[in-house]
């Protein structure tokens, strides 16, 4: 600090109150003294968390799909909060490699970030792992949960909630053997099977749904949709987890002329143009996809800026029924209660 | 070089093999020179092109709107190409504001990337061409133009060629009263226009064809929309110039209860899902968003390997004819000569 207030012909109370980014720092006087470090060419780690804030300014992003609009709607809303309090946001993508994940956060070490956001593409690859607990930066994950010895703040999406309802409504309609679609084994795909889990345990119900694990790809919820329909025992009612996956599951419907709403009913995760234009508008399991990032901003800023403690926020989802959601089909022509019989009969099975 | 030479221990031939990427290098070799240049510190000024490559082995994607499906498949399609060759992609998000693009150009200097693809928000913002022009770095533009004295290679889709057929299949229908919805003064708008205004002069029709400049936005979508079908003289046929321009005009059209196909014809551009999925499917000018973006980073590889001149590279569209579009509804339920005629007159007007 001496140096830099030498080199820049300052005091050294000038020095720390620019370091400490003091609200009474001319301009002037700022860019004095950044010159000085810039010139000296300090290295972060010798350096108070204050300046290493003042050298970069910017917040990695490790995105798992950036062709995922959910995705892209969270990184928006990171980067205009980031913006707003003068930071830079610099993004990769993995495309859901964990190897990835792994190197960009080494990648984005180097390149010197503040703090890190993080949507991992597994939750318990080992190389990633050992990259974060080498980290000496603040890290957020968004939607995944990381072993404790990973000081990671966290903002979660209350998908239980969300798909409880959503469950709740196709079983109160009459539905008893529920599709559930869903990505790659994380915290989504966990919190999506226990929501299911709950409605089928508040009303007495036993387990008859047929969870189809796989990845939030167009694909598996294609391959996922033509094996429902296709089992001996198929569900009236699919709640697709994803809104890749819900495209994949509309154009195999469409393939075998099978009706929404009609034929069956249909619950998409993730509101999306195309689930609100849908003819029948596709109900969904919504979140503010924004807030997620706008969220995970404002943590990494808090521990960056004040030395906050690591701490988890949990948003809400919202169900918004329409009218791809219908009473099942088979118990139309039928009177309800030995519809109702016949489906519980066939959840023995 | 004498004194990474002197550090690594090595003869100074190796360290300029090393430095000039030449194959017959060893692991060891790379490493212990490498090595030495990262202790002393060179910066990539001082150094020739190969070694600055060596140090980052990044390349810099400014996006306009990652939130845009299109962008983030071409951002897929770049991050793919240079990750096959071992460079890792940094991306940054303008959210279409000229002002960020400046920033993030010197953003990404000074986190040393070794070149940059761009996808400008604006063609004659002031600050970003100056601060292209400071560069010494490669660059490459998609779907830009920029003035000569900046040294940037190019990838172009052909808009003009697929609008023209798009436009050609709705006027050889009897449609005589276009109305094109573009976003921003850019490239794309300007060829989606010309590619309309070719269909009509082949055809020896005049222009009567209605064009409503804006955003590549969902609202400007709408709004262009309600417009035209509020005019007095309303189109019987509408071509949306971008993915999220159609999504406006489908929520306005679905509002109006004005059937797709049936009482006016639609043209999109960019196929997304949606497109696909809606009933009537909607007619498409496709590009290869993927083949946009992995050009781009072979253009940029080659310039910053071999110091490749700069060049542009046109890229085609295809016109994909779908349901949405058929004769106009006016002419439906009279005889084709005279609906051809009212719609001349109306055209003169």
Excluded: W
């Excluded at 949507?119 to 939607?143: C, F, K, N, W, Y």
């Excluded at 969220?295 to 169900?319: H, K, M, N």
Aim: charged share 25%; proline share 6%; with cysteine.
């Amino acid at each position: 600090m001496s140096e830099v207030a030498r080199r820049a012909g300052v005091a050294m109370s000038s020095v720390s109150r620019v370091l400490s980014d003091h609200p009474d720092v001319s301009d002037g006087m700022r860019a004095k003294v950044m010159a000085a470090v810039d010139e000296l060419g300090y290295k972060p780690n010798l350096l108070a968390q204050s300046l290493r804030r003042l050298e970069t300014l910017s917040v990695g992003f490790l995105v798992g799909d950036i062709s995922n609009p959910l995705l892209a709607q969270i990184a928006k809303g990171a980067e205009t909060t980031l913006r707003d309090q003068g930071y830079s946001m610099l993004l990769t993508n993995s495309e859901r490699d964990p190897d990835l994940d792994a190197d960009h956060v080494r990648l984005l070490e180097q390149r010197r970030v503040d703090g890190l956001i993080l949507s991992l593409a597994q939750e318990g690859h080992e190389a990633t792992l050992a990259a974060l607990r080498d980290l000496d930066i603040p890290v957020v994950v968004i939607d995944r949960v990381v072993p404790d010895d990973i000081e990671a703040s966290a903002v979660l999406s209350d998908h239980r909630t969300g798909i409880r309802a959503a469950a709740g409504h196709l079983l109160d309609l009459g539905h008893r053997r529920i599709g559930l679609i869903v990505g790659q084994p994380l915290r989504p795909s966990r919190e999506r099977q226990l929501g299911l889990a709950d409605a089928l345990a508040e009303r007495g119900l036993p387990s008859t749904s047929i969870v189809m694990e796989g990845s939030l790809s167009q694909e598996h919820g294609e391959e996922a949709t033509r094996a429902l329909l296709d089992a001996d025992d198929p569900p009236t009612a699919i709640i697709a987890g994803g809104n890749q996956i819900v495209i994949g599951a509309l154009r195999e419907l469409s393939r075998r002329g099978v009706r929404v709403g009609a034929d069956v009913s249909l619950v998409s995760c993730d509101d999306v143009p195309m689930t609100e234009l849908h003819q029948p508008p596709i109900a969904v399991v919504l979140r503010d996809n924004e807030l997620l990032g706008s969220t995970a901003a404002e943590l990494i800023l808090r521990r960056i800026r004040e030395d906050d403690e690591p701490r988890e926020v949990l948003l809400p989802t919202t169900y918004v029924p329409r009218e791809s959601v219908a009473p099942p089909a088979a118990a139309a022509p039928q009177p309800k209660a030995p519809a109702e019989r016949k489906s519980r009969r066939r959840s023995g099975a």
